[in-house]
């Protein structure tokens, strides 16, 4: 068996990581904050995993990180996957199309719309499912409903 995993925190640190109860910031942070000061003032990692209900692992994780990182580990790296080709700015002017001009557009219409005025290249299924979210589908502005919009 290794030896006992174990941080010592200045006091400094601690009182940063005893803030982080009252600041606004995601509930992970705060079990992880808390999860090091448990560490610090003497609690095994198997009880510390016992009174969050994690597994022992993911407290020596957490522990290690620390120690690597200090305390930007707390906080999570953004996720993995393809970012958003488009900007808010984007929308907003294809809103202002929909607004402004009186005619209608379908999907591929807008879609190549932005191609051509924004350089933006967005596929018409994702381009519906952008302004649907946003609830701006047609001309007007609207909420997206649950319920069927014709009677």
């Known amino acids: 068996m290794g030896a006992r995993l174990r941080v010592f925190l200045t006091y400094e640190q601690d009182q940063t990581l005893l ?13 992880r904050a808390e999860l090091i ?10 009880k510390i995993a016992a009174h969050f209900n994690w597994t022992a692992q993911t407290v020596r994780e957490v522990l ?4 690597k990182l200090g305390l930007e580990s707390l906080w999570e790296l953004p996720g993995r996957g393809g970012k958003a ?3 808010e700015q984007d929308i907003v002017f ?5 607004k402004k001009e009186p005619r209608t557009y379908n999907s591929h219409q807008l879609s190549q719309k932005l191609e051509s005025a924004r350089q933006i290249k967005l596929s018409p299924d994702r381009l519906r499912r952008v302004l649907k979210k946003r609830g701006s589908i047609g001309n007007g502005q609207e909420k997206v409903i649950k319920g069927s919009k014709t009677p």
């Open 19 to 31: 803030k982080l109860r009252t600041v606004d910031v995601p509930q992970k942070v705060k079990d």
């Open 37 to 46: 000061r448990l560490n610090a003032h003497g609690w095994y990692v198997e």
């Open 64 to 67: 290690h990180k620390w120690q």
């Open 85 to 87: 080709k488009w900007k």
């Open 94 to 98: 294809l809103e202002e199309c929909l």
